[in-house]
């Protein structure tokens, strides 16, 4: 006879191996777009544009596995706040994919006299910094460690503050020479796709917290 409890602990086990290799291929497309970014290479933004497609595929792959063992197996307490978990973890990392996708298609198509340096390299920085809040979120969610979720989504307040100063420095710039003004467009996208990628790691790791602990924190 099959032991239900030991299925749905496999089950859940498989749920959590696919998102974290979705996860390795979204933390890999996200730093690519920081390379793409930094180099404007369009070589790349168009490889990692291509590589968007399959990414959407898993989430739809792993999304009808998470429902079915949800309405198959009907795992509680922390099984099901796992795979709930699973469920919605998917959904974030498919739409950080798209953010290191629309930066990749900025960098296509970006003007032939490129970005100002030195805004260019913050908004490097900043990128830096988002896709290493997605990879240590990640790195919670496989050692579902509460504590390290917490602290990924404290450093989300730094990433704001960063791109606030990165914004508002672009402004004055594209204030004082107009012919800044569709360059430093392109980048400000750029800068709000990697803000919006550090938010999602945000949400990962209190989908983290809630798996572990059945607390729902808001980590805003």
Sequence with gaps: ??????????????????????GDLVTTALRK?????????AALAEEIIA??????????????????????????????REV???LELVSELERIADHAADTARIVR?????G???EALAKAVALGEDATQMVADALSAFRAQDAEMARAVAARDDRVDGLEAELV??????????????????????????????????TNIAERVVFAATGSTPDLD
């Design 51 to 80: 590589e968007d497609r399959p990414i959407n595929q898993h989430r739809r792959m792993l999304e009808q596995e998470c429902l079915v063992v949800l309405a198959a197996h009907q795992p509680a307490g922390r099984d099901l």
């Design 168 to 201: 508002a420095e672009l402004l004055r710039a594209m204030s004082a020479d107009a012919a800044l003004a569709t360059a430093g467009t392109h980048l400000l996208w750029a800068i709000h796709n990697y803000e919006r990628a550090a938010d999602r790691a």
């Design 115 to 117: 970005y100002p340096a």
């Design 109 to 113: 198509d970006a003007p032939g006299d």
């Design 1 to 22: 006879m099959i032991d239900m409890q030991l299925l749905v602990h496999r089950k859940r086990d498989e749920m959590r191996a696919g998102v974290l290799q979705m």
């Design 33 to 41: 777009s920081v390379d793409c970014l930094g180099r404007q290479d």
């Design 84 to 86: 709930g978990a699973c």
